[in-house]
């Protein structure tokens, strides 16, 4: 059975930092990509990063490019999405997600359950 868990997510104050784990189980994990998406309320989901199955090629929204990185730990099987210089307005909760390296929902097969980050100002 495939499973991302994602995780760390929590308060911070503007212009902290969190990093977020996504831990994956029950496929090849270095076969895939990994993305990460967040959900603020009332708001379309939106696509952050993504990494692709090797660790060789990273991705970025405008919103968080020079802010956020993705790590990825094929050892360890787990993605992580580093949050720095945070903003109220990266409040959501973050979903990582498996499948190809694409900025769309649809290419993703299997999602995470989701984490809430909440930057306080």
């Known amino acids: 059975e495939v499973q991302l868990q994602a995780s760390g997510g929590g308060l911070v104050q503007a212009g902290g930092s969190l990093r977020l784990s996504c831990a994956a189980s029950g496929f090849t994990f270095d076969n895939y990509a990994i993305g990460w998406f967040r959900q603020a309320p009332g708001k379309e989901r939106e696509w952050l990063s993504c990494?692709?199955?090797?660790?060789?090629?990273?991705y970025y929204a405008d919103s968080v490019n020079g802010r956020f990185t993705i790590p990825r730990d094929n050892v360890k099987n787990t993605v992580y999405l580093q949050m720095n210089s945070l903003k109220p307005e990266d409040t959501a909760v973050y979903y990582c997600?498996?499948?190809?390296?694409?900025?769309?929902?649809?290419?993703?097969?299997?999602w995470g359950q989701g984490t809430q980050v909440t930057v306080s100002s």
């Open positions: 997600a498996q499948g190809r390296d694409g900025r769309v929902g649809s290419e993703y097969d299997y």
């Open positions: 990494i692709s199955s090797g660790g060789s090629s990273t």
